[in-house]
C-alpha cells in the first residue's frame, strides 16, 4: 500500500513562489519514478512535471524554467519549487506513483494564483 499526502498549497500573488511537498509511506518511495499533476476547474488533469529514480527530469512546455522538481530519497518526500507563478497555475496539484501496475493518487492540495 502507498500513500502520498501533498501540501505547502495556498493563496499566492501573480510572481510569487509556492513550494508543494508529497510525502510518500512505506519503502518504494525510492525505487519508484514519481510525478506531478495538476488540474484546474472543468480540465482534464494534467502532468506538470517527472522525476525518475535516479533523478532525471521532465517539466511540461507551460512550467519550464519557472517550476522544479525534486526528490529527498532519505525523506522520502516529493516537492516542487513553483516560481513566477501566474494565474493559469490556478489548479489543484496532485503527486503520483506507480506502483505495480496501479496508479497512486494523493488527495491533492490547491494553489490559487490571484490578486
Known amino acids: 500500500q502507498v500513500q502520498l499526502v501533498e501540501s505547502g498549497g495556498g493563496l499566492v500573488q501573480p510572481g510569487g513562489s509556492l513550494r508543494l511537498s508529497c510525502a510518500a509511506s512505506?519503502?518504494?518511495?525510492?525505487?519508484?519514478?514519481m510525478g506531478w499533476y495538476r488540474q484546474a476547474p472543468g480540465n482534464e488533469r494534467e502532468l506538470v512535471a517527472h522525476?525518475?529514480?535516479?533523478?532525471?527530469?521532465i517539466h511540461v512546455d507551460s512550467v519550464k524554467g519557472r517550476f522544479t522538481i525534486s526528490r529527498d530519497n532519505a525523506k522520502n518526500t516529493l516537492y516542487l519549487q513553483m516560481n513566477s507563478l501566474k494565474p493559469e497555475d490556478t489548479a489543484v496539484y496532485y503527486c503520483?506513483?506507480?506502483?505495480?501496475?496501479?496508479?497512486?493518487w494523493g488527495q491533492g492540495t490547491q494553489v490559487t494564483v490571484s490578486s
Open positions: 512505506g519503502s518504494i518511495f525510492r525505487f519508484n519514478s
Open positions: 503520483n506513483t506507480v506502483w505495480r501496475g496501479v496508479n497512486y
Open positions: 522525476i525518475s529514480t535516479g533523478g532525471n527530469t
